[in-house]
């Protein structure tokens, strides 16, 4: 599965940002998708997670209430809704495909990952 993130940008602290994750070559609708980001110097940090068909979701605490991971069960895509974005939400965000059909945030259950997209939030 080859994926690739998209909507990344620049945004003033409070904005919103919807990122996209897509695969034109392999369908994953079978798969778990989970969003990560990676910051300068930071290590690599899990923001959310949908299992298979949509029923199920998870996201790291620090972003609970502003980001909204969601997927039409059947579609090809994965989309996170990023609302009151925050500087410290400034990273590279990647997309990532589970083998399994739940969800999980540990990221050695992703094999297949996206090029990422960046997000930057100025204050």
Same mark, same amino acid.
């Given at each position: 599965?080859?994926?690739?993130a +998209?909507?990344?940008?620049?945004v003033?602290a409070?904005?919103?940002?919807r990122? +996209?994750?897509?695969?034109s070559r *392999?369908?994953f609708? @079978?798969?778990?998708?989970? #969003?990560f ?7 690599r ?5 949908i @299992? ?6 998870d %996201?790291?605490?620090?972003v609970k209430? *502003?980001f909204?991971? +969601?997927?039409?069960?059947?579609? @090809?895509a994965v989309y996170?809704?990023?609302n ?8 590279v965000?990647?997309?990532a495909a589970?083998?399994r ?5 540990d990221y050695?259950e992703y094999? %297949? #990952?996206?090029?990422?997209t960046?997000?930057?939030? +100025?204050?």
């Open positions: 599965v080859q994926l690739q +998209s909507g990344g940008g620049l003033q409070g904005g919103s940002l990122l +996209s994750c897509a695969s *392999r369908t609708t @079978n798969n778990a998708v989970a #969003w980001r990676q910051a300068p110097g930071k290590e940090e899990f923001v959310a997670t @299992n298979w068909d949509g029923s199920s979701t %996201y790291a605490d620090s209430g *502003r909204t991971i +969601s997927r039409t069960k059947g579609k @090809n996170l809704q990023m009151s974005l925050k500087p410290e939400d400034t990273a965000y990647y997309c589970a083998r059909s739940w969800s999980t945030s050695t094999p %297949y #990952w996206g090029q990422g960046q997000v930057t939030v +100025s204050s």
